[in-house]
């Protein structure tokens, strides 16, 4: 009785062991199918980032390609509008586009009285006698404090002054106002 119970369990434990050695085996076989799917996942992972950076690169070239367009551009459109401002200017002299005005010949006496009274609109002297200034004292010794032409401009538009009422306050033209208004703007 003695061996067929050693034989039974020499059995057993070889039965076992082949079961076991094949779990293992299984393991084993899933185990490397995993390692398989998760390399390919790995070369997918690395091949996408790749992709990425190329785009990120071409990405990079297209913002500075369109950033050098958009700042020549730019400057273009800027000395469009430093010529234009010249060209206006030289426009707004009298004698450019059309004669200068030449003094006409005096009428007698009595027509002068008749059509002349007061000044016209328009003209010098008139906006100066019509319009009182709407600077105080103070303000007025500020902006006489002032050394340049360009500071008294901003001064007075930081004021809320119109263009007519600061060529008044200053007796300058609007055309050399808007030329220095332009520059500050560069």
């Keep these: 009785m003695w061996s067929i119970w050693l034989a039974a ?12 050695e094949r779990s293992v085996r299984r393991r084993f076989g899933e185990a490397q199918a995993e390692v398989r799917e998760n390399r390919a996942l790995d070369s997918k992972i690395v091949r996408l980032y790749q992709e990425i950076e190329e785009m990120l690169d071409s990405f990079e070239d297209y913002v500075s390609e369109v950033h050098d367009e958009l700042e020549s551009r730019r400057n273009e459109l800027l ?14 002299q009298p ?33 100066d006698e019509s319009k009182p200034s709407r ?24 004021k809320g002054f119109t263009l007519n009422e600061v060529a008044r306050e200053l007796n300058i033209g609007k055309g050399e106002i808007l030329l220095i208004l332009d520059l500050d703007k560069d």
């Design 9 to 20: 369990s020499v059995l057993a434990f070889a039965l076992a062991l082949i079961l076991h």
């Design 79 to 92: 000395n469009m509008s430093r010529q234009a401002t010249t060209l206006y200017m030289q426009v707004m």
């Design 95 to 127: 004698g450019v586009f059309a004669p200068k005005p030449q003094p006409e010949e005096s009428p007698p006496p009595e027509e002068r009285a008749k059509t002349y009274t007061e000044p016209r609109p328009g003209r010098k002297g008139a906006e």
């Design 135 to 158: 600077l105080s004292p103070r303000e007025r010794a500020d902006l006489d404090r002032l050394p340049g032409k360009g500071q008294k401009i901003r001064y007075l538009t930081g």
